[in-house]
């Protein structure tokens, strides 16, 4: 087998999959990808078990053939290599080893450039009879979603996300379908993010109209931001307990989260007792500012709502303390109640408003921060003690 690729295509489809690859378990098949030659094409693929990626690239080919090989090192391999191009030929080794009373047939490859600044390389591959199956979904069961607006539902949610794995069913993006209408919702527990948008075509996120919700794993949200870049149209559909997105140049299938996940309508308050409207970007920068006087993971600060000011302070024993105020058009009772900073901070990184909306009630209720222009959103982080 034989391909020759451009070589920015191959470092650009192995930075995309390589995420999936394990990074600690560098010696069973997973810490393999497998490379499928078809006439002009070739795809890599990369498995997790749980999730899989697939990326499509325009190649030189000769016969239609896979095998596996090594990921990291074929990824190195089209980092450096000094050369246009990316010349990639495999021949079947003389000598097969058997295994478990099967006959693996190993590859003898070697990878070099047209340039003469480009080095050779030699390693091993082997066949894909023991990489995992990799599921399919029909056709009919996919449903078109603008990619933009697919990925600022990710961006505005997925900061949201839960890194514990005793909060299983916290640790994806809850996405959920009402006829054309989509939405997204991430949370910890701590804080939540959530987004809703009209798309041009119902999707269906399950085998019948009954099943409107699903959650899919953090693992496989952010491989999905890499191959949607530079994709205008994303397919995606549901078939039993998996989902799957497809672009003209990569496809993706992740296993769902299992569990129910809360009802995130219930946390988000009803009418606020104090509202006030302030600059986005003054407000991110007070908090950072603050914030150097704070401890991880808790970068807890205290906000002191007054008549005409908010006042942002944070005090840690052995570190110090540091404080500003931001003038506010508010004009009722004063309020103190404690947050982590950095919970904020996300929220606002997310935004392109150039002012938000910050909603409190009392010290024991989350706050809440909306865009004025986009009444979709709302993001909210539960209160500290203070």
Same mark, same amino acid.
């Given at each position: 087998?034989?391909?020759?690729?451009?070589?920015?295509?191959?470092?650009?489809?192995?930075?995309?999959?390589?995420?999936?690859?394990?990074?600690?378990?560098?010696?069973?098949?997973?810490?393999?990808?497998?490379?499928?030659?078809?006439?002009?094409?070739?795809?890599?693929?990369?498995?997790?078990?749980?999730?899989?990626? +697939?990326?499509?690239?325009?190649?030189?080919?000769?016969?239609?053939?896979?095998? %596996?090989?090594?990921? $990291? &090192? =074929? /990824?190195?391999?089209?980092?450096?290599?000094?050369?246009?191009?990316?010349?990639?030929?495999?021949?079947?080794?003389?000598?097969?080893?058997?295994?478990?009373?099967?006959?693996?047939?190993?590859?003898?490859?070697?990878?070099?450039?047209?340039?003469?600044?480009?080095?050779?390389? +030699?390693?091993?591959?082997?066949?894909?009879?023991?990489?995992?199956?990799?599921? %399919?979904?029909?056709? $009919? &069961? =996919? /449903?078109?979603?603008?990619?933009?607006?697919?990925?600022?539902?990710?961006?505005?949610?997925?900061?949201?996300?839960?890194?514990?794995?005793?909060?299983?069913?916290?640790?994806?993006?809850?996405?959920?379908?009402?006829?054309?209408?989509?939405?997204?919702?991430?949370?910890?527990? +701590?804080?939540?993010?959530?987004?809703?948008?009209?798309?041009?075509?119902?999707?269906?996120?399950?085998?019948?109209?009954?099943?409107?919700?699903?959650?899919?794993?953090?693992?496989?949200?952010?491989?999905?931001?890499?191959?949607?870049?530079?994709?205008?149209?994303?397919?995606?559909?549901?078939?039993?307990?998996?989902?799957?997105?497809?672009?003209?140049?990569?496809?993706?299938?992740?296993?769902?989260?299992?569990?129910?996940?809360?009802?995130?309508?219930?946390?988000?308050?009803?009418?606020?007792?104090?509202?006030?409207?302030?600059?986005?970007?003054?407000?991110?920068?007070?908090?950072?500012?603050?914030?150097?006087?704070?401890?991880?993971?808790?970068?807890?600060?205290?906000?002191?709502?007054?008549?005409?000011?908010?006042?942002?302070?944070?005090?840690?024993?052995?570190?110090?303390?540091?404080?500003?105020?931001?003038?506010?058009?508010?004009?009722?009772?004063?309020?103190?109640?404690?947050?982590?900073?950095?919970?904020?901070?996300?929220?606002?990184?997310?935004?392109?408003?150039?002012?938000?909306?910050?909603?409190?009630?009392?010290?024991?209720?989350?706050?809440?921060?909306?865009?004025?222009?986009?009444?979709?959103?709302?993001?909210?982080?539960?209160?500290?003690?203070?």
């Amino acid at each position: 087998m034989k391909f020759k690729v451009t070589k920015n295509l191959i470092e650009k489809a192995m930075t995309r999959i390589e995420a999936i690859v394990p990074a600690r378990d560098m010696q069973t098949l997973l810490s393999n990808v497998l490379l499928t030659i078809e006439k002009d094409k070739v795809s890599i693929t990369a498995s997790d078990m749980e999730s899989t990626v +697939r990326v499509y690239i325009d190649a030189e080919g000769s016969d239609s053939g896979e095998l %596996i090989v090594r990921a $990291k &090192k =074929l /990824s190195e391999i089209a980092k450096q290599l000094s050369s246009d191009d990316f010349i990639f030929n495999a021949q079947k080794s003389e000598i097969e080893e058997p295994i478990e009373d099967e006959e693996e047939i190993a590859y003898q490859i070697q990878i070099e450039g047209s340039s003469q600044k480009a080095a050779k390389f +030699r390693m091993t591959g082997s066949d894909r009879s023991h990489f995992p199956d990799i599921n %399919i979904i029909d056709e $009919k &069961k =996919l /449903s078109s979603v603008p990619t933009e607006v697919l990925s600022e539902m990710i961006e505005k949610t997925i900061y949201s996300i839960s890194h514990e794995d005793n909060r299983y069913i916290y640790n994806g993006l809850f996405i959920s379908s009402e006829g054309s209408k989509l939405t997204v919702v991430g949370t910890d527990g +701590r804080r939540l993010a959530a987004v809703s948008r009209s798309i041009p075509n119902p999707v269906q996120l399950g085998s019948n109209e009954e099943e409107k919700d699903i959650v899919i794993h953090a693992k496989a949200i952010r491989e999905l931001q890499r191959i949607i870049e530079g994709s205008s149209e994303i397919f995606l559909g549901v078939e039993k307990r998996d989902i799957f997105f497809r672009t003209p140049e990569a496809e993706l299938s992740s296993r769902l989260l299992e569990g129910k996940f809360p009802d995130y309508r219930r946390v988000i308050p009803g009418e606020a007792t104090i509202t006030f409207s302030m600059e986005k970007n003054a407000f991110a920068d007070a908090l950072k500012q603050v914030m150097v006087m704070t401890e991880q993971p808790s970068h807890q600060i205290r906000l002191s709502v007054k008549k005409g000011s908010l006042d942002i302070m944070a005090n840690t024993p052995d570190l110090g303390e540091a404080e500003i105020r931001l003038p506010i058009d508010y004009n009722g009772e004063d309020l103190d109640i404690g947050f982590n900073a950095l919970y904020i901070v996300d929220i606002i990184k997310s935004l392109d408003c150039e002012k938000i909306q910050i909603e409190l009630n009392d010290a024991s209720k989350p706050i809440v921060i909306k865009d004025p222009d986009d009444p979709e959103f709302i993001a909210l982080v539960m209160p500290m003690k203070i």
